[in-house]
């Protein structure tokens, strides 16, 4: 069955270019839904249109950071109640929101049947995108793997924390090993300054570089801010904010950069191939 919807899905429109990235870290409390939403929504001040999928099926809280008020989420996908374009919400700037569930466990641990439901949903939408976010959920779950192999570019966003480097080594060490990922993009996060961000990507790539074949990027140092804090008691973005801030000036770059990533030409740079790459993520996992 799942076969035959990767085959369905090889048919759809090949104009649907988009760039897919998963921004993922290992470790919870790192700052990743704050650099997901921030990135997101710089870029659709550039013009973009964006869409973020909170693939944090079990503690979803990307509508909660922006004070969105939802009624249907990714549970109602699955269980065939609603289609993945009538539980979007819009955020800011017209970004759109794929929101999980909070709080509920058995959206934790999928069927492979629910799984395809997930995919198919995919296949299925509507809404025109440019780039899609994926926000996945803390730690090495399946699911986490799965979205990151099916991205075109994976942002592994750390913090000067030695739990953090250790996570996201195992979690490059993972994907790298036994998925053959080898290009990875490094976000140092809450920095004191470029300096010590340099610092915090020299110390992970040692590591990398002596036990694993990867190739490591840092593409962004993103300083402590306290306007951050504020931001999120506000529940707004900081780049709205406070756009002038250190970080807000750094995500904002960020942004700029990503948009610059090449999409892959064949097979990989549109949705389906998003798709038929979590296919293929859940039959070798089988």
């Not at 970004?95 to 997930?118: C, R, V």
Request: proline fraction near 3%; charged fraction near 20%; charge should be neutral.
């Amino acid at each position: 069955m799942i076969e035959d919807q990767a085959s369905s899905l090889r048919k759809m429109n090949q104009s649907r270019l988009i760039k897919v990235i998963a921004v993922t870290g290992g470790k919870g409390g790192v700052g990743k839904t704050n650099v997901t939403l921030n990135t997101a929504i710089a870029m659709a001040k550039q013009g973009k249109k964006v869409m973020v999928l909170d693939a944090d099926l079990g503690l979803a809280n990307v509508d909660v950071m922006l004070g969105l008020r939802v009624e249907k989420n990714l549970s109602h996908v699955l269980s065939g109640e609603c289609t993945l374009d009538e539980v979007l919400v819009t955020g800011p700037h017209g970004i759109k929101i794929a929101p999980a569930t909070s709080g509920t466990q058995s959206m934790t641990e999928l069927s492979p049947t629910q799984h395809a439901g997930l995919i198919r949903a995919f296949s299925e939408l509507r809404s025109q995108i440019d780039v899609l976010i994926v926000d996945t959920a803390a730690g090495i779950s399946d699911m986490v793997l799965s979205f990151s192999r099916a991205s075109q570019d994976i942002l592994v966003v750390v913090c000067d924390e030695p739990t953090s480097l250790t996570d996201a080594y195992a979690l490059i060490k993972i994907l790298n090993r036994d998925h053959g990922i080898f290009r990875f993009k490094i976000v140092a996060n809450m920095v004191r300054d470029v300096r010590e961000g340099q610092e915090l990507f020299s110390k992970l790539s040692k590591v990398t570089g002596r036990f694993l074949d990867v190739a490591l990027e840092l593409v962004a140092t993103i300083p402590f801010d306290e306007n951050i804090r504020r931001a999120v008691r506000k529940q707004t973005a900081i780049v709205d904010a406070f756009p002038s801030s250190p970080a807000s000036v750094a995500i904002s770059q960020l942004a700029t950069k990503a948009m610059t990533w090449p999409i892959p030409a064949q097979p990989g740079g549109h949705l389906e191939f998003f798709v038929e790459q979590l296919i293929a993520s859940k039959v070798a996992g089988r």
